[in-house]
């Protein structure tokens, strides 16, 4: 009982008692809850399902489940819920205190102090503990450097490593989906002859429940290839092209119409861009809650059944991503072959591969804030007692380790920084403690541009009568051969230059954007690039928004402008619209042209106010 995980909360008038049982209503403990009042349940995380249930008066209520201990139970007058608790409402620090933390952490971390990190790491976890702060950032910071930096005790930084992830998992209710599968990835198998911090199966049951409540979180009806607009379009009566400012908007209704339309799409945008990280979080996490078991328990020393238990209490028979029939066949067969003795240092071959992987990419350059699984290859046990385990580390460059075990695996994601980066694998103890056996060389490339085509498949809209131009833009980072898929991406402020004609848009404002990931080299949103629309007398102008495109591998907490992207427009006497950005056009449309949509096929006519209707 090493977690608070629940959280029982008596909205009634009336005195209530929660039930909350295990193993299959076989252990069941009582907790009245006197009316207004809510208490805390400790839980175990080796126990993947608790069936909660309330009585008032002696009537109970229906039983409700939670499988990732998470949850908040409600009861009032009516009606019994539940729901998982939001980790959005705990005081978050800010963004310079998180800068502060990160810049201590790695200016310790580059002069290898590991005492001072200690330090810092016993600092961070009381005030965890105090309840001084619930944001997670420092402990998730640390583990990080503490997994990555070659401090010379490889034991030592990990205990320390798993001390911070502890301290973390036990109070999972303050922790986002993606921060408890970081934590849960650190609880890897300590060195051989060593006792751990935690028992085999409490430390299995933390893999599981980050699982379990991963899976949970991904929406099986996702689909990544609708992607959101780059950003949503002002009313049409307003004449106005998209991305600009609400402020721009002179009419109340409209701008409040307009507002309204920026905030769902940013809730749509942010909804994506959260599935697309939750499904490449779980792409990393099965591989290496898979490499995790294989190291604990393909042992003859531990028990199958034991694991046996807990899959069946955490993943679904059939139909999951992980099967327990497959992985206990797995896991059997290697303790059937028994592991051979190891006299000598056997020779390693090392691999890596980028998780973001596609035709004609480069395996020599990799882009800022990408993902590379790392392996060495012997032949026989690397974490065996007799080798003495083998585990990667930084040696030189911006890059860190999300995940590293003594069993050679890691995975390696790069920082923000142009150059060579280094990593090492070392043999971690025994007796050939600190041989290498193994370096890969890599080049971390940051964006050095950006250019946008037409979107496949679209057209050219227009509306009949009126100086009118636009194209669907899809954008894509340079170089193309290395991936971006660790950034995320947005559009800056900028204010425009307008002139003659089109003076009138002169100083318009662009915002800050919403914030996008990235597969491959191409941003996940199309860009709807149009000139707004404007009526007869027409004549000669110019007009020209400077948008700085930028980039951030630290989940938005610093960006850096790479390129800017002029969103470029004329007009003439004659109401010929031309339209141009970030290379895409220019593209032209005469005001006496018909009406057109980048839908194409589609049937468009104009209405009164100029909107397109398809």
């Keep these: 009982m090493n977690t608070t995980g629940f959280l029982l909360v008596n909205a009634s008038s009336r005195n209530a008692e929660f039930h909350v049982a295990t193993d299959g209503g076989r252990h069941l403990q009582r907790y009245p809850v006197q009316p207004g009042a809510h208490t805390r349940v400790p839980t175990d995380a080796t126990v993947a399902r608790h069936d909660v249930y309330a009585t008032v008066d002696g009537v109970a209520s229906a039983t409700l489940v939670s499988r990732n201990l998470n949850t908040t139970f409600t009861i009032n007058d009516h009606a019994f819920w539940a729901s998982d608790a939001s980790p959005a409402q705990r005081r978050s620090l800010t963004a310079q ?28 976890l009381q005030a965890w503990h105090r309840h001084e702060t619930a944001d997670p950032y420092a402990l998730n910071a640390l583990c990080t450097a503490l997994a990555s930096v070659d401090g010379g005790d490889w034991q030592a930084q ?39 911090l935690l028992p085999l199966a409490q430390r299995t049951g933390f893999w599981l429940r980050a699982w379990s409540r991963l899976q949970g979180a991904v929406d099986a009806g996702f689909d990544p290839a609708d992607r959101p607009p780059l950003h949503v379009a002002p009313p049409a009566s307003t004449g106005l092209m998209p991305g600009v400012a609400p402020d721009a908007v002179e009419d109340p209704a409209l701008r409040a119409q307009y507002t309204r339309a920026i905030e769902d799409h940013h809730r749509a945008a942010a909804n994506y861009c959260h599935q697309v990280q939750l499904r490449r979080a779980q792409a990393g996490m099965q591989v290496a809650l898979q490499r995790y078991v294989m190291g604990a328990y393909a042992r003859p020393r531990f028990h199958v059944d034991d694991l046996a238990a807990l899959l069946g209490a955490h993943l679904a028979q059939e139909g999951g991503a992980l099967r327990p029939a497959d992985i206990l066949s797995s896991v059997q067969q290697v303790v059937a072959h028994g592991h051979p003795d190891v006299q000598t240092l056997p020779s390693c071959e090392v691999r890596y591969q980028p998780r973001d992987h596609f035709v004609g990419r480069s395996l020599r350059q990799f882009g800022i804030g990408e993902e590379i699984d790392l392996s060495v290859d012997a032949g026989v046990a690397l974490s065996s007692e007799a080798l003495g385990g083998v585990a990667w580390r930084v040696a030189d460059g911006d890059a860190t380790l999300l995940y590293n075990d003594r069993d050679g695996h890691a995975i390696a994601k790069l920082g923000a920084t142009a150059g060579t980066v280094s990593l090492v694998a070392k043999v971690v103890c025994g007796a050939f403690q600190g041989a290498e056996v193994g370096r890969v060389e890599l080049v971390c490339a940051p964006p050095t541009g950006a250019t946008m085509v037409q979107a496949a498949g679209t057209g050219i809209s227009h509306t009949v009568g009126t100086w009118s131009v636009g194209f669907k833009g899809a954008i894509h980072l340079l170089p193309s051969n290395v991936s971006y898929a660790g950034v995320l991406f947005r559009e800056g402020a900028a204010i425009a230059t307008a002139t003659n004609w089109l003076y009138r848009w002169n100083n318009l404002p662009h915002p800050v954007g919403q914030v996008h990931t990235v597969t491959g080299s191409v941003v996940d949103c199309v860009d709807s690039v149009d000139s707004g ?60 042209d018909p009406s057109s949509s980048t839908v194409v096929g589609s049937v468009v006519r104009a209405t009164p106010h100029g909107a397109l209707v398809n």
């Design 97 to 124: 205190e998180r800068l502060d933390w990160s810049a201590q952490i790695k200016a310790l971390g580059e002069a290898r102090d590991m005492d001072a990190m200690a330090s810092l790491a016993q600092q961070a």
């Design 158 to 196: 990990t205990h320390l490593a798993q001390q911070c992830a502890i301290a973390a998992l036990l109070r999972s209710e303050r922790l986002s989906v993606l921060e408890e599968v970081s934590f849960a990835m650190r609880l890897t198998e300590p060195a051989t002859g060593t006792q751990g």
């Design 533 to 592: 629309s404007q009526p007869p007398p027409y004549g000669i102008g110019e007009f020209n928004w400077p948008i700085p495109w930028e980039a951030s591998i630290d989940n938005g907490l610093t960006w850096t402008a790479f390129v800017t992207a002029n969103h470029h427009a004329t007009s003439t006497g004659e109401g010929l619209a031309t339209i141009s950005k970030a290379g895409a056009g220019p593209y032209q449309k005469n005001a006496a």
